[in-house]
């Protein structure tokens, strides 16, 4: 199910470049409607000699994209070729000026960005999974500046990868892991020295 802010952001889009498709497929969006709510509509409810096809398909991806089976490339084919401007004059959101660099992705998406970083640290030898028992955690030190220290899911989002990748950081000695009760921390200047200084030298 895609967020509000994802809806509104392609609402926007279709809204500006309002040929009959794109009104269309706002107008299914806006409504919140199904796949099935498409079907009764734009079929159902339409005489066989008025049925248009290419108007249901395109309602029907937009319900689609709405339950977040499809990206918002494949409802908007175009919207690759879109620039920053092109979104702020559409009142898109999530598109922020050229200086910000910011860009909204979905969830899918994000999680095929994520596989991708993955693969290019094994493929240049900073990542390797971990073998059981090889990156046990030492015990947290009494005088450990807690400002510092990250538990391991927030480590893991700072530097965009998985908690495999970051065990095998441990395990390979590039950085400490420390244990404190159920939690697994690290060092976010270990973090910025170690890892993302090697990163930015590839």
């Given at each position: ?23 269309v497929q706002a107008e299914v969006l ?119 220290l990250m538990k391991q899911n927030e ?33 976010r200047r270990e973090l910025d020295k ?9």
């Amino acid at each position: 199910m895609r967020t509000k802010n994802e809806i509104n952001q392609a609402v926007a889009i279709l809204t500006r470049k309002a040929d009959r498709l794109s009104l269309v497929q706002a107008e299914v969006l806006q409504g919140s409607m199904t796949e099935q709510q498409v079907f009764q509509k734009y079929v159902m409810e339409v005489a066989e000699e008025n049925r248009d096809e290419v108007v249901f398909f395109a309602a029907r991806d937009a319900a689609r994209f709405s339950a977040g089976h499809i990206g918002l490339e494949e409802l908007i084919p175009d919207v690759q070729n879109m620039t920053a401007a092109d979104f702020a004059a559409a009142g898109a959101l999530g598109v922020v000026d050229e200086e910000s660099d910011t860009i909204m992705l979905s969830r899918k998406e994000f999680n095929c960005l994520l596989a991708r970083i993955e693969r290019l640290e094994h493929w240049t030898g900073l990542r390797r999974k971990a073998a059981p028992g090889d990156c046990t955690p030492l015990p947290l030190p009494e005088d450990a500046d807690m400002d510092d220290l990250m538990k391991q899911n927030e480590a893991c989002r700072y530097l965009s990868c998985g908690k495999n990748t970051i065990k095998g950081y441990a395990s390979r000695g590039l950085v400490h892991s420390y244990k404190k009760g159920k939690f697994t921390y690290y060092s976010r200047r270990e973090l910025d020295k170690k890892i993302r200084k090697l990163r930015d030298t590839l």
